[in-house]
């Protein structure tokens, strides 16, 4: 009897602890907290998160521009595309989230986002440009790292062709001396 109810106990636990992870629980009310209930989350007060980016101060300024961030990492080629086109123009809130979307497009476009967060990172307001910074430091080492790849494919291929000549070297001498050895034994 007591093996079942902890059992039970337990079982009862982890399943409340998962769903809590998965947020299943937080739409339910428990007694004594009603209040929280009533509070919105910033997911509710942030409507426009996700939608393209803008500079307005408000509660939502670092919620809009991580939600665009995210959709800018996992969007592909069509979705990159047509918010390129959305995002035209000469204002710094929209050249910014070039920024970002050519941040996580093809490399060709690494060098242009990382001018454009260079160029409008200081037109931003103050409480968001930490936030594009380490975006930007982070566009950076990926630049950085592929450089060092580039290089270090570019050192591999002359290593290669150096063996590739010293190969032929080494066969053109073993056959050199395979036919200085092969008149030694003719001769008598």
């Known amino acids: 009897m007591k093996g079942q109810r902890l059992l039970t106990g337990i079982t009862t636990g982890m399943l409340v602890s998962l769903l809590s992870a998965c947020g299943a629980l937080s739409n339910i009310t428990l007694p004594g ?3 929280v209930a009533d509070t919105p ?16 101060e408000g509660n939502c300024l670092l919620d809009e521009w991580v939600a665009f961030a995210l959709q800018a990492q996992r969007g592909n080629g069509q979705w990159r595309d047509s918010t390129l086109m959305q995002l035209e123009g000469n204002r710094h809130d929209r050249r910014l989230a070039r920024a970002i979307v050519l941040s996580w497009g093809d490399e060709s476009d690494w060098e242009l986002a990382s001018d454009l967060y260079k160029a ?14 380490q975006w930007l430091n982070g566009l ?19 290593l290669s062709a150096e063996n590739a000549q010293l190969s032929k070297k080494l066969e053109a001498l073993t056959a050199i001396e395979e036919a200085i050895n092969s008149r030694r ?3 008598p």
Do not use: M, W
């Open 33 to 35: 907290n009603e209040h």
């Open 140 to 158: 950076e080492e990926r630049r950085g790292l592929i450089a060092d790849r580039d290089k270090s494919e570019g050192v591999r291929r002359k």
């Open 41 to 56: 989350s910033v997911q509710d007060s942030c409507h426009g998160a996700g939608d393209l980016p803008d500079f307005k």
């Open 120 to 133: 409008d990172l200081p037109t931003a307001p103050s409480r968001l440009q930490p936030l594009l910074r």
């Open 185 to 187: 034994q003719t001769t």
